[in-house]
């Protein structure tokens, strides 16, 4: 299982914890420190569409017009922190950390 996200992010922190303490091994991917390939992007695009970009975040607010604009593959390319947190692969594509993604990976 990947868990992507920033270390900074107690959302992804949350879930790190709880993934571990569940027995499940977990290997962490540091989207700023080990950016996303234009393939990866294209996947987590391709499974969540503009879902896959936090439109609340202060990272989108402070885009240019032309970059809101853009498809959610250039927002990210742009800016991985934009993408909603965490991302998750395991067994299928899991988006956000919620009680329904806890049940489903504990």
């Given at each position: ?13 949350r879930a790190l914890k709880t993934l571990q303490a569940a027995g499940r091994e977990v ?80």
């Open positions: 299982m990947i868990l992507y996200g920033i270390p900074t992010c107690d959302t992804c922190k290997t962490f991917r540091d989207i700023r420190a080990e950016p996303l390939s234009d393939a990866e992007i294209a996947e987590i695009v391709g499974e969540f569409g503009s879902k896959a970009v936090n439109t609340q975040s202060t990272t989108y607010r402070s885009f240019s017009d032309f970059l809101k604009a853009s498809e959610p593959e250039a927002q990210i390319k742009a800016q991985p922190t934009v993408m909603k947190r965490p991302v998750i692969k395991a067994d299928r594509w899991y988006l956000g950390w919620d009680a329904a993604t806890e049940a489903a990976l504990t």
